[in-house]
């Protein structure tokens, strides 16, 4: 099967308003009668769902949080994208397009990635009426900062909360439609089945996470806008809930799952500390713009007070390996740099699984007030949980799983391969390619909202009958008895291991076998000892409580189970693709430089996986993609 | 006090944990050992009882969640239910983590949530009382875990300004002084925890309220709706039983974001001239 995305044909520059154009209407009066269902309302969900009730849709929305203002879209610090040339430094749409399809190492969709730059200009003119505090000048415009990978200043910012106040613009307007009527929220529940009836997505199955009830919802198109995977690694900058969860149950039910081993692993984060550790904390990466990265030249040195160490003993391995680009090398480079030193017995701190970014230097240079002005919250967020001042001391960094550019396939439309199945934001593969170019995550869950989705939904709709399934269907009755069964099924195992020893077992052998530079070796260890894991788990996890009550346990066991599943199948993903490429570094296949060597003539293509059962091993479909605006060429950053 | 018949409780009593050690003699190596007295209720409608755990185990690195983390394996291994407590990101931005500890909402520390403490605040051999936030507007769920929908109430009732998708003029057509863009941002940091409810002798949500109803007030796109939106906020807060606000300061005492109690103030203003609308 060759996938087709059903891209518009024709110049990119009109692709986005001649598709709008021909794609069909829904009646404005015919509008309530279709009920739409809206599976998370971070910001791809919570604009969707605000945008579909305010044209009129009968919208149901769900979060596994007790409010949409919790979707972990709340995390993001640094900003968001738009081509708007309030600079004048010569941004534009095309420019914006060019940075994206090229930062995503030439494996993304030439069609979407032009939409999502168009589109980007009407995200901030919405979030700046829905009063979303952008920082401004003192003329009273909008500011702008630059960040990684482009060289004009596109970057919109709400202090280092700007993912903070566009899901608070999203859930202010989700809120008005709530009220309204047109959006019927459900907090605390949990999506766990997808309901295909006829080949096409007519609802979903949910655990009501207070009382534990189990019921379908039924709806006439259903919008995945579920987050990322990156927990699959166990540590990760997401919030603990984070999970594949919904995209699996739809995988499960023939939805093909796009290059999955696609993971960007962000290169400044604070190190673990020990092995009762949660969650890995992100920091901004412009600290890279003052800070050095270095380690000591001899791993005898690794437990010295790092003061002590004289300059002709410390390995400034970026700007050594990295001249031009020194500190400030792109994501993926820098943490494979980090990781490199480390694994060669010179990381620093608990475990040796760490790197010094070092301000002394720039503090000499601008005074520490400076430093602090630009970096203080910073290195007080370091301290707080370092209980170390970056000011005295260099700070420790170590890179972490962050965001993901793999998810559901989706044409040019967003919908999946299963009819009526749309997957929006991060949930989906569309527009980042191998990897993601900072505030560009953000730009993407907002365009696919606001934007995309309302003209895109309409055109399916407008050729489908409303209301045909009801929750008395057989396919529904079925979906429940499958979900009760697996919750009772974990329930009545009894065995001797939480479910947070099987997920930081899970995800110690995804890290270090999957995680930034893998082989062949290491693919082929974490596919043959998956399954291993997730047979004991099945056999000796333990999950106390009952299901018909709040169980984080049981919550939990479900996320891990199919975290299980879902991993060999990244693993086999990373496998087949013998080449390197953004986010997605196999050792095999690199420069002498040890620059990522891309092979355009074998693997230009999108990889989606069709699940053929557990451990069964899935079927490979390719999407093969065409780069006709701009030249396929090698990514340097020398 | 009922935390007797608990299994950890019995390994070791609050009088050996202290005779542990002395409270200074855990350095970076040592570990702690702590009594929780914490807050268990099964549902909402049970009763609920204060029970006795040990934490063991325990470094100055843990986070406070980290800690219950700990204690929370040891219960499953012995076949018990684990302590529920509401949380997500683990970063001080999601607003979903919320318990009291030592009576204070969030714990203590300056500006900080519970998921942003440390166990370096805590000493070898302390007892640490954990409770769910208490508000009458505030239903307690499950163990820790509180119902905030009142919150949800008041930001539908008018927390968003009347802007359909697709609409909206160009972004700069509006210039926005930075003071003013500033004021904003402050009111707008408010992470919605709720802590400034539990903090309030009055249960009064008025931190919450103001600090939404002075950032639209501030700016021009939300000027044009301020009278309405302060009157059915200031309605929904009274009507999902938040009490008043009688000027005690708690809330911003308590606040893990620092947020002002001159934006009640400012509420007050936007009301009082609504009033006269
Ligand atoms: C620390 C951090 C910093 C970041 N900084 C930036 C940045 O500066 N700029 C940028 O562009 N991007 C940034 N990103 C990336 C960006 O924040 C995310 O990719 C984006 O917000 C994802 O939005 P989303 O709407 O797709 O998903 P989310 O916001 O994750 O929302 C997922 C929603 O789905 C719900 N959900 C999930 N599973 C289920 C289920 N089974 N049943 C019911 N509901 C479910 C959740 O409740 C939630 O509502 C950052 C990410 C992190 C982690
Ligand atoms: S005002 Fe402060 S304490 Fe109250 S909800 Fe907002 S952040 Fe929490
Ligand atoms: S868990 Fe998100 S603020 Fe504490």
Known sequence: MILDGKCPTGPIEKSWDKHRFDMKLVNPSNKRKYKILVVGTGLAGGAAAASLGELGYNVEAFCYQDSPRRAHSIAAQGGINAAKNYPNDGDSIQRLFYDTIKGGDFRAREADVWRLAQVSNNIIDQCVAQGVPFGRDYAGYLDNRSFGGAQVSRTFFSRGQTGQQLLLGAYSALSRQIKAGTVKMFSRTEMLDLVVVDGEAKGITVRDLITGEIRVHTGDAVLLCTGGYVNVFYLSTNAMGCSVTANWAAVKKGALMANPCYTQIHPTCIPQAGDYQSKLTLMSESLRNDGRCWVPKKAEDCGKVPGSIPEADRDYYLERKYPSFGNLAPRDIASRAAKEQCDDGRGVGPGGRGVYLDFADSIQRLGEHTIRERYGNLFEMYERITDENGYKTPMRIYPAPHYAMGGLWVDYNLMSNVPGLFVLGEANFSVHGANRLGASALMQGLADGYFVIPNTVAHYLAQTKPGVVKAEHAECKKSIQDVKDRANKFLNINGKKTVTEFMRELGTCMWENVGMARTEKSLTTAIEKIPGIREEFWKNVKVTGTGAELNQQLENAGRTADFLEFAEMLSRDALHRNESCGGHFRVEYQYDDGEAKRNDADFCYVGAWEYKGVGKEPELHKEPLKFENIHLAVRSYK | ?277
């Not at chain 2, 300056?110 to 009382?129: A, P, S, W």
């Not at chain 2, 911003?252 to 934006?263: L, R, S, Y």
């Open chain 2, 1 to 277: 006090m009922s935390g007797h018949n608990d299994h950890n409780a019995q390994e070791t009593t609050p009088a050996q944990v202290g005779g542990h050690g002395g409270h200074d003699d855990h350095g970076a190596h040592g570990t702690m050992t702590l009594t929780l007295i914490v807050w268990r209720q099964p549902n909402a409608d049970a009763p609920g009882r204060m029970e006795t755990y040990v934490a063991k185990g325990i470094t100055e690195h843990h986070s406070f969640l980290e800690m219950l983390d700990v204690v929370n394996e040891d219960l499953i291994k012995t076949g018990k239910e684990p302590i529920v407590f509401d949380h997500d990101c683990r970063e001080g931005i999601c607003g979903m983590c919320s318990q009291v500890i030592n009576g204070v909402p969030h714990g203590g520390q300056e500006r900080t949530t519970v998921c942003q403490l440390h166990m370096r605040k805590f000493k070898n051999g302390d007892t640490i009382y954990i409770e769910p936030w208490r508000a009458k507007a505030f239903p307690i769920v499950k163990d820790l875990i509180v119902d905030r929908e009142g919150l949800e109430k008041i930001m539908q009732a008018g927390g968003y300004t009347s802007v359909h998708t697709g609409g909206a003029p160009d972004a700069n057509a509006t210039p926005i002084p930075k003071p003013i863009a500033e004021y904003a941002m402050d009111a707008a940091e408010c992470i919605g925890c709720g802590a400034c409810v539990a903090a309030c002798p009055n249960g009064s949500a008025m931190l919450f309220t103001s600090a939404k109803v002075a950032q639209f007030a501030a700016l021009p796109q939300g000027q044009v709706e301020a009278a309405e939106r302060v009157k059915a906020m200031v309605q929904a807060l009274q009507d999902c039983g938040f009490g008043n606000c009688s000027n005690h300061y708690e809330c911003q005492a308590a606040c893990p974001k620092g947020i002002n109690v001159q934006f009640i103030a400012h509420l007050n203003r936007e009301y009082v001239k609504a009033l006269f609308k």
